[in-house]
């Protein structure tokens, strides 16, 4: 069993960044693929960013590749999403989700536990 909390989230401006993080319980975090994943009003949760086990291995969606970066540091249980350039399309509910396979996957239902969401908001 995994349990995730996300921070990092709020209010910036058009151009801003933001670090959101995740923080995991369990003693095999190290042994999960992360998932990062968001949600924007009316719109279904797509998929933002995953990492592999080791930090070795990732996968970025194509629209924020080049803005956003995917981290991990296993020793202390966390899964960090850094968001730069950010614009207000990027406006949405951030999800950290984790996935007991070693391999990075981009779909909702690959995923086994997920967090609460924190909220992104982007002002033009």
């Known amino acids: 069993q995994v349990q995730l909390v996300e921070s990092g989230g709020g209010l910036v401006q058009s151009g801003g960044s933001l670090r959101l993080s995740c923080a995991a319980s369990g003693r095999t975090f190290s042994m999960y693929t992360m998932g990062w994943f968001r949600q924007a009003p009316g719109k279904e949760r797509e998929f933002v960013a995953a990492i592999s086990w080791g930090g070795g291995g990732n996968k970025i969606a194509d629209f924020v590749k080049g803005r956003f970066t995917i981290s991990r540091e296993n020793g202390k249980n966390m899964v960090y999403l850094q968001m730069s350039s950010l614009e207000p399309e990027d406006t949405a509910v951030y999800y950290c989700?984790?996935?007991?396979?070693?391999?990075?996957?981009?779909?909702?239902?690959?995923?086994?536990?997920w967090g609460q969401g924190t909220q992104v908001t982007v002002s033009s």
């Open positions: 989700a984790a996935r007991n396979l070693w391999n990075i996957a981009s779909e909702d239902p690959a995923y086994d536990y």
